[in-house]
């Protein structure tokens, strides 16, 4: 057992490696939870898909360079050690994230614009790609054996911690900008979406100086003092053949799945809430909020109990559950979000129009439509077309489209389906730091953990909205359809793990 | 029994990567064509090069499936 010093040490390993983490995942995911407003700011307005779709391109791209970023920043940790490594990406992705805050939009400097905030994201990519396997193995290496899984856990539970910090940042600015709601949304919109990039700096700056106060891991330090790091890690990572099979398996054996589930239950399920089940934009972020919240606890739980059962068969566990059940509860949201039977009779309505001036001279025309439902579900309908000029008798196409607020039940409901989702999500990620450092020796760990790490959460896990949005795009009368590919995913990543992974729990990471 | 299992797994990770990869080609063809822009095809070309290389280690960890190399998995990478 660790003495009063040790845990007091552990305690402050922990603090500073999570909160840096924490603050990275939230610089990373303030960009997707707002691509939509990114859109409209950064990217040609001439079509709305496009302009979402170009941003989930950028978005995809931030997670593509991950793996880049794995290998840059996880050979820099081998080589010069943790410490200083993961100390600089928090400074690049800190940096990075101000400067999108800091960027004139589209309007303003055409298309430099987005080229410059595409930059700055791939740039957040590669840090994000050295920070998570800096902080696991800084703390792996610092923790008691047989307490691992355990201590490891707190930094599992950042990437969804970060994710509820910037859907809780965003959600407050939205509202705070000015007394009427109205207006503040259109604040949020116009300039406000920058606070959340902005504030990350006070952020990074407190985690900056608490990291500066941490010393070199110990196993780190002393194969420096012996003179026995590794020369070259990404030779030895990925050049040396029994090191090479161990970080396929580690791919293709885990990390591949639980990065689909672990994306698939959390951005997949907001994004299914907003875009599918056209839930307004608070319900849909504050149902994941609350998901987050009470799931979070279990990424301690899950790997806790590895360090006592073995990691492989809870991370499997979770990813049969999974396969298992995502696609009933995703079917269980839409049946619970459907307009009623009785649409378009309505309890109650109400309706209002404006006219907005556009330069040239032209009016756009907004109709809102409100409805009332006997379960409690209100719905706003939004049609718009433009009135022009020179023809009065003339009118554009008119676009119109939903947005539902649920009733109480149903809306606790939803938040049931998303805990259990990520529930699962706790059980394939909350061991999985603990089982990734215990597969590679110290001198190549940072290196060779990141980019297994990386390409199944980056490129497996990143790429599900893309993809999904795809396949219900060429499959437009089943909404579900978007599940097939990280159900798939996880499933052949299921077998695979079964069949090849070890489930011991008490390899040494000292060498 | 479990030996061999793997050795079939194997086949199939070096199966299941052509067939990926010709899913994948197949899609982006289809997709560029509805959409010859520029964006449109950067993207596809991103995931194929990106796929491609998965495409590549799938069929390597399944070789090595193949092979045996994973009957007696080590459990960390210094294991002989």
């Known amino acids: ?511 | 029994m479990i030996n061999l299992l793997k050795r079939i797994v194997g086949i199939g990770w070096m199966l299941l990567a052509p067939i990926a990869l010709c899913l994948l080609i197949k899609t982006s063809i289809s997709e560029v064509a509805a959409k010859p822009s520029l964006d449109v095809k950067l993207q596809w070309g991103v995931f194929i090069v990106v796929f491609g290389l998965i495409g590549i280690s799938m069929v390597i960890f399944g070789f090595f499936a193949y092979k045996g190399e994973y009957d007696r998995p080590p459990e960390q990478t210094q294991e002989p």
């Open chain 1, 1 to 511: 057992m660790p003495t009063h010093t040790d845990q007091q040490t552990i305690r402050r390993v922990i603090w500073a490696s999570s909160l840096g983490t924490l603050i990275e995942w939230y610089d990373f995911y303030i960009f997707g939870s707002l691509a939509t407003v990114i859109a409209g700011q950064f990217f040609p307005k001439t079509d709305p898909t496009a302009a979402l779709l170009a941003t989930l391109a950028t978005f995809a791209a931030g997670f593509i360079v991950r793996p880049f970023g794995a290998l840059v920043f996880g050979r820099l940790g081998d080589l010069v050690g943790r410490k200083h490594t993961f100390l600089l990406t928090l400074v690049i992705m800190g940096g990075s994230t101000f400067a999108i805050g800091l960027v004139p939009n589209y309007a303003s400097i055409g298309f430099a614009a987005p080229m410059i905030v595409l930059v700055l994201r791939l740039v957040q990519g590669l840090a994000l790609g050295g920070e998570y396997g800096g902080a696991a193995t800084y703390v792996a290496e610092h923790a008691p054996p047989g307490r691992r899984g355990f201590y490891t856990a707190w930094i599992q539970t950042t990437a969804s911690l970060g994710l509820f910090v910037s859907l809780g940042v965003i959600l407050l600015t939205r509202h705070s900008l000015d007394s009427d709601p109205v207006a503040s949304i259109a604040k949020f919109n116009d300039w406000g979406w920058r606070i959340p990039f902005l504030a990350s700096s006070a952020l990074v700056l407190v985690s900056v100086y608490i990291r500066l106060q941490m010393k070199e891991s110990p196993l780190f330090a002393k194969l420096k003092l012996e003179g026995t790091t590794s020369a070259n890690p990404l030779k030895e990572s990925f050049g040396n053949k029994q090191n090479l099979k161990m970080v396929l398996l580690a791919l293709f054996g885990a990390t591949m799945g639980q990065g689909v589930v672990w994306y698939t239950g959390q951005f997949y399920a907001q994004s299914f809430l907003e875009n599918v089940c056209q839930l307004d934009f608070d319900q849909s972020r504050t149902i994941l909020i609350w998901a987050i919240l009470f799931a979070t606890p279990f990424f301690v739980v899950f790997g806790a109990w590895s360090d006592k059962v073995g990691r492989k068969w809870i991370m499997l566990g979770g990813m049969l559950l999974a396969v298992l059940t995502y696609r009933p509860m995703f079917g269980a949201m839409e049946s619970a979000t459907a307009l009623p039977d009785s649409w378009p009779m309505a309890i109650g309505s109400t309706s209002q129009e404006e006219l907005q001036q556009l330069t040239n001279g032209d009016q756009l025309r907004k109709r809102t439509d409100g409805f009332d439902f006997a379960n409690g579900m209100h719905v706003v309908g939004l049609t718009t077309d433009t009135l022009f000029k020179d023809q009065p008798d003339l009118r554009s196409k008119f676009t119109t489209s939903i947005t539902k607020s649920v009733p109480s039940g149903t809306y606790w409901w939803l938040v049931f389906i998303v805990f259990i989702m990520i529930l699962y999500v706790t059980m394939v990620y909350g061991p999985i730091a603990a089982f990734l450092v215990e597969l590679f020796p110290t001198k190549i760990r940072y290196t060779s953990m990141s980019l297994p790490y990386h390409i199944g959460n980056g490129i497996f896990g990143g790429s599900t909205p893309f993809i999904a949005t795809l396949l219900a795009s060429l499959y437009p009368g089943d909404a579900l359809v978007g599940l097939w590919y990280p159900l798939g995913v996880a499933a052949l990543c299921l077998v695979t793990g079964a069949l090849f992974l070890s489930n011991r729990n008490t390899n040494s990471v000292n060498n």
